[in-house]
């Protein structure tokens, strides 16, 4: 009987080639979407369970009868569908479900696949109830009446994270966002697009900020969510401060997540807790008779949630989930600023002068005030309407469609106002009827 080879350990300057190996041409430079959504009851708004016959599980189930999707168990547990085409969708702590979509070449192919995501998804729930929404915190359901998908995953993250922050339960299953995923064309490339969207990622959190009602009323902020990460874990949340020194590099980068803790790693199937030693000690020494190996890591940096987050490409990850008709125009916006060095450049100065403490309280106080909080005693407000001008004008320049940013225009532009805003005034000329809400972040509608 043959055993298989024990995988092959890793070393420091693997890490470094590591993000040297994700960089690409600008020919073929993508835009990835990334859509967490909440299943819900389309009558009381209440989560939809991952189990049941209406729940999650059999929604996955259903999705399987397209060819296009492969099934990944563990165990006897269906977690995830993956894609033919580098797609995959997966499911989150509080059973919210989510799109990861294959690297696009433009904005018009990223609405395409998101639509005949959403297609899918009503054609094997009709009749049944359920619809899906997008918003950055679940409206209606508190976070104790939702349970944890029985995942190894989040039996191991859940305690972990307990720990560390008092909201972070509520961040696994409460919250929801959309994210972009962009590439680069080499180290200098990648670290001027990381120092650029974590400069602005606090202007597009408020931005699009929606996430103002919790347990069926409003929660007193405009993004909760945010709120929410600001209280998860400090070792692996937030704003890094390290990417706005003049010659920051990869290897600043790698340095930041070999002193994150670890959380697991998996031999053989089972999933074997970390005791949150860090990935560089790990790296270095090893821990429990076992060294680190690629797949380690790649599972540590799954574990790294700052705003903005390198990996063989850049995800940005501050907004929270959109309605359908805003929601393609956070892959807009990002796209019109980081992929054209005009647009990348005039961002920058909008921003380049804050010092770090005044970001970090920007970002605490965009939670509550959105855009009218303010940094050195103005509004932000005036920033973000230039920002999203230098958008507009780099989709143009690129040759892309500046009518996905339109939707996003129209609030902050000529009202002034977040999603988040809008919505408030909604909920109130409602009379905080709940199924009013799900129609207006309904997918379906």
């Known amino acids: 009987m043959t055993t298989a080879p024990d995988p092959a350990p890793l070393c420091y300057e693997d890490l470094l080639r590591y993000f040297d190996a994700g960089a690409k041409p600008a020919s073929e430079h993508r ?9 819900v009851e389309a009558v009381s708004g209440k989560a939809v369970p991952f189990d049941g016959t209406r729940g999650i599980r059999r929604i996955l189930e259903r999705m399987l009868e397209d060819p296009k999707w492969s099934p990944l168990c563990e165990g006897d547990q269906l977690i995830c569908l993956i894609g033919q085409d580098e797609s995959n969708i997966t499911i989150e702590p509080g059973a919210q479900i989510e799109l990861s979509g294959a690297p696009q070449p433009n904005l018009r192919t990223v609405t395409v696949e998101l639509a005949h995501y959403v297609g899918r998804l009503r054609s094997v729930t009709r009749d049944w109830g359920v619809d899906f929404i997008g918003i950055g915190m679940h409206p209606v359901s508190r976070t104790e009446e939702i349970p944890f998908v029985d995942k190894c995953r989040y039996a191991i993250m859940a305690p ?3 720990e560390k922050g008092a909201l972070s339960q509520a961040m696994m299953k409460a919250t929801a966002t959309v994210q972009v995923n962009l590439d680069y064309a080499d180290e200098a490339d990648a670290m001027d697009k990381l120092r650029t969207a974590m400069g602005i990622t606090t202007l597009v959190s408020a931005i699009f900020a929606h996430s103002p009602l919790s347990g069926g009323r409003p929660n007193g902020f405009l993004t909760r969510r945010e709120h929410v990460w600001h209280h998860t874990d400090p070792d692996r949340c937030g704003l890094l401060s390290f990417v706005f020194d003049e010659g920051a590099s990869f290897e600043d980068y790698l340095r930041y997540a070999l002193q994150v803790p670890m959380m697991f790693v998996v031999r053989d199937g089972c999933w074997i807790p970390m005791d ?18 690629r797949e380690d890591w790649d599972l540590h940096q799954s574990t790294l949630f700052p705003e903005v987050r390198l990996k063989q490409y850049l995800e940005v990850r501050g907004a929270d989930a959109q309605p359908p008709h805003l929601v393609l125009s956070v892959p807009a916006l990002w796209t019109g600023i980081l992929y054209e060095d005009g647009a990348r450049r005039a961002a920058w100065a909008l921003v380049r002068d804050w010092r770090f403490e005044e970001r970090l309280t920007l970002h605490r106080d965009i939670c509550r005030q959105g855009l009218q909080a303010r940094v050195r005693g ?3 407000l005036g920033a973000a309407r230039e920002l999203i001008r230098i958008a507009s004008e780099g989709l143009r320049r690129q040759g892309e469609e500046t009518d996905f940013l339109a939707p996003i225009e129209a609030l902050v532009l000529k009202k002034g106002k977040t999603p988040a805003e809008i919505l408030l005034e909604k909920w109130d000329a409602w009379h905080h009827d709940v199924v009013r809400l799900i129609r207006y972040c309904s997918y379906f509608e």
């Not at 949150?276 to 821990?287: K, Q, R, V, Y």
């Open 31 to 39: 835009v990835g979407g990334e859509y967490e959504l909440f299943g």
């Open 378 to 380: 103005k509004p932000i």
């Open 160 to 162: 972990y994270l307990k």
């Open 276 to 293: 949150g030693i860090p990935f560089g000690h790990f790296l270095a020494h090893g821990h429990a008779g076992l060294r680190a190996t």
